[in-house]
């Protein structure tokens, strides 16, 4: 070692750049950021708790297989045989909505069919269709309807083009084209009514081939088919009225009513949403109110009983499981492809996060577990509202993140589900109120006029409510009982009929009446001197009444006693029109954007809290000339 002298220079340690050491700490800091936000979590794994089901599989062993799943549960053991009653309809009048013959012979082959040898022997064409592409070509063949308007010729093309404008009209049967469809389309029409009275009526689903086990893309067909039939029998329905037809009428209402049942008992929610649409066609159908063609008791009780008897909804329950099959398919489509997330929420999914979740690394055991479970609580009705975390520190960690994910695909399925539900309750209300008007007529035909306000004894105080004396009316047994129990020459709140008052009769109950008193109803009909229903206690005849007139209406704020007398709705009241938020009315209903109302001839319909009072005031006296 050499000795140091005086004159030796000093010798210092090498010291470490600057530079290094920020490279050093850029360095951890990169793979902390990876680590925290970039790095992915394990496999998906599947279990009960993520994937909610495990099998079938698909056919590499790594997914679950949601539509094979889906098709295991909603396809009966005949649905190859003609036990299906879709299957013979399918093979008479063929399938439009597909195009593709690859599509086609996938559909066919569900049914046990041949696309390429079982060809169509009859044609079906939606009267929307056919009429309103001879209305752009000949209109002159519609003089008969528009030849009396005094309008310019724009108002006048507006209203030939207008199909709803055609069907109201009280001659649009008498147009020789209306034969010509009926002509062309009674022998399927005939065959549909005759197969919906099977048990089972169910189509078949397809999906894009490109994607194998995503329920996204799968096809519902059958759907927007029998929505075509439906509107067919609807026009049917208001032909036969008009010329005199009233079993044809009420053997195609049915029909559309059973329909209805069958389409809503599609697995997902949207063909359960097409059946409450085809059952609110159904409901809105009139039998009365011309009088060359009045529906007799006989014909009414058929029409009646066949209401009581139709299969129930399916219901929420069951669509919400296979609703979480469509949610979690989905999931796994965004888990293969982030920018799916995109394609499926439009903007939804980039509004709620602002960034770019195809950069971020997520744990989807999580996410399937927090979104499976969420299921698990909203089928035990045991979920609360959706108030997710808007903290930006949830992206700092891969379970946060993972979580803020599942709260964005609740934002994108949830709130649909939630909808529905409504839509299921409006539906029955709209029920309720169809059967109502329905018992309404039944006592007329037997009484010869409609029932009073109330029953009154021999000094002239009211007894019962017009509600009782519609009990024997429903074809219902169990109402019929309770109707046999009552003491009518008591008073509805003698002791003996006192007990009666808590009974719910589900035909006087909006379900979406949520919290109302045991035995309650929002129901009630309209008094006034010159309307259907007085202050007098005396039933009165449907002379010098138009058909356009309210008859039954919500009255949400005020619930009274389903037998009580002495409350019922005064014209002055009604005339207020529909109460909203903003703008209180005594008709009002827990509905969103209106009410449901039962019709003077024999429809039920839901009406807009936007509609004019000067229309509304003219529903009201049954002046209108036309439905809303």
């Not at 439906?230 to 009225?241: H, K, P």
């Not at 519609?470 to 008073?491: K, M, S, T, V, W």
């Not at 009929?497 to 929002?522: A, I, K, W």
């Amino acid at each position: 070692m050499p000795k140091l002298t005086p004159e030796s220079p000093v010798q210092t340690p090498r010291k470490i750049g600057w530079y290094v050491y920020f490279c050093v700490i850029g360095l951890v800091l990169i793979l902390l950021v990876w680590f925290s936000i970039f790095r992915n979590g394990p496999p998906l794994r599947i279990s009960p708790e993520t994937t909610h089901i495990t099998e079938p599989l698909t056919p590499d062993n790594r997914y679950v297989d949601y539509f094979a799943a889906l098709e295991q549960r909603i396809y009966p053991p005949e649905m190859k045989t003609d036990d299906n009653g879709y299957r013979v309809v399918l093979r008479a009048i063929g399938q439009q909505e597909i195009t593709s013959p690859e599509q086609l012979q996938q559909y066919y082959e569900k049914l046990g069919l041949d696309y390429f040898h079982d060809k169509p022997t009859l044609t079906f064409v939606e009267p929307h269709f056919m009429l309103t592409k001879r209305l752009e070509s000949h209109p002159e063949d519609f003089d008969l309807i528009f030849a009396d308007m005094d309008m310019d010729d724009e108002a006048r093309n507006r209203f030939r083009r207008d199909w709803n404008y055609v069907l109201r009209h009280p001659d649009f049967h008498k147009l020789p084209i209306i034969q010509e469809w009926r002509e062309a389309n009674d022998a399927a029409l005939n065959l549909v009514a005759e197969q919906v009275k099977k048990p089972i009526f169910v189509p078949p689903y397809i999906q894009d081939n490109e994607i194998t086990s995503s329920l996204i893309t799968m096809r519902i067909p059958g759907a927007q088919e029998m929505r075509s039939f439906a509107r067919g029998f609807d026009t049917r329905v208001r032909i036969r009225v008009r010329e005199g037809d009233m079993h044809g009428a009420i053997d195609d209402a049915l029909a559309c009513f059973r329909l209805a049942r069958h389409a809503e008992k599609q697995a997902l929610m949207v063909g359960g949403l097409v059946g409450i649409a085809i059952e609110g066609i159904a409901q809105s159908m009139a039998f009365d109110g011309y009088s060359e063609s009045r529906a007799n008791a006989e014909q009414l009780k058929r029409l009646q009983d066949g209401l009581a008897a139709l299969s129930p909804h399916q219901g929420l329950a069951e669509k919400l499981e296979h609703e979480r099959f469509l949610c979690l398919s989905s999931m796994l489509d965004i888990m293969k492809d982030p920018a799916m997330l995109s394609k499926l929420a439009g903007s939804v999914g980039g509004s709620r996060s602002g960034l770019n979740w195809q950069v971020f690394g997520l744990d989807w055991n999580v996410v399937f577990k927090k979104v499976n479970g969420v299921y698990d609580e909203i089928i035990a009705k045991t979920y609360g509202d959706f108030d997710p975390s808007t903290n930006p520190a949830r992206l700092l960690t891969l379970k946060s993140r993972s979580e803020a994910m599942a709260d964005i695909i609740f934002a994108l399925f949830i709130p649909a589900a939630e909808a529905a539900s409504e839509f299921y309750h409006r539906a029955e209300c709209t029920m309720n109120m169809k059967r109502i008007v329905l018992a309404m007529h039944l006592y007329e035909r037997e009484h010869g006029t409609l029932p009073p306000t109330f029953s009154v004894d021999a000094d002239g105080k009211p007894l019962h409510s017009w509600r009782t004396l519609l009990l024997p009316y429903f074809g219902d047994e169990e109402l019929a009982e309770l109707y046999a129990q009552i003491r009518l020459n008591e008073p509805w709140d003698s002791d003996h009929n006192l007990p009666f008052h808590q009974r719910n009769l589900d035909v006087y109950r909006c379900p979406s009446s949520r919290g109302m008193p045991d035995g309650e109803t929002s129901y009630a009909v309209i008094v006034g001197d010159d309307l259907l229903f007085t202050s007098d206690g005396q039933g009165q005849t449907f002379d010098g009444h138009g058909r356009n007139m309210l008859m039954v209406v919500e009255r949400k704020d005020d619930p009274v006693c389903w037998m009580c007398p002495h409350s019922e709705l005064s014209q002055t009241d009604a005339e207020l029109g529909i109460g909203t938020r903003s703008t209180p009315a005594p008709i009002r209903s827990n509905h969103i954007g209106g009410a449901n109302f039962g019709m003077r001839d024999g429809g039920a319909m839901f009406i807009s809290e936007t509609e004019s009072l000067e229309f509304f005031g003219e529903l009201v006296r049954g002046t209108a000339n036309e439905k809303p």
